[in-house]
């Protein structure tokens, strides 16, 4: 666990609330251009299972011909929990 994930657990747990149902993230095509970016979403993945029941990851696209490539990146991540692939149609 990286140290932002460490601040944010830190904060969750001062907190004394109700963990949440659900954490989104938003991210474009550009940030999974990026070096290690499945990497992180992997870790992402693991952290946000901890305190949620539900993960929603929207990749906002530009570029509807990477589409499909973008979904089957996305179908390999290797996540605690099966994640669900959905395009634009969806």
Sequence with gaps: MGLYERYLALRIARHGGDLPDHVALVITERDLLER???ETLT???????EYASQVT????????AA????????????APRPVAVRGPED
């Design 36 to 38: 290690g970016a499945y």
């Design 43 to 49: 870790d992402f993945f693991e952290w946000a299972i």
């Design 57 to 64: 990851v929207y990749v906002s696209v530009l570029d509807a």
């Design 67 to 78: 589409v499909p490539a973008l979904q089957r990146e996305l179908e390999t991540i290797d």
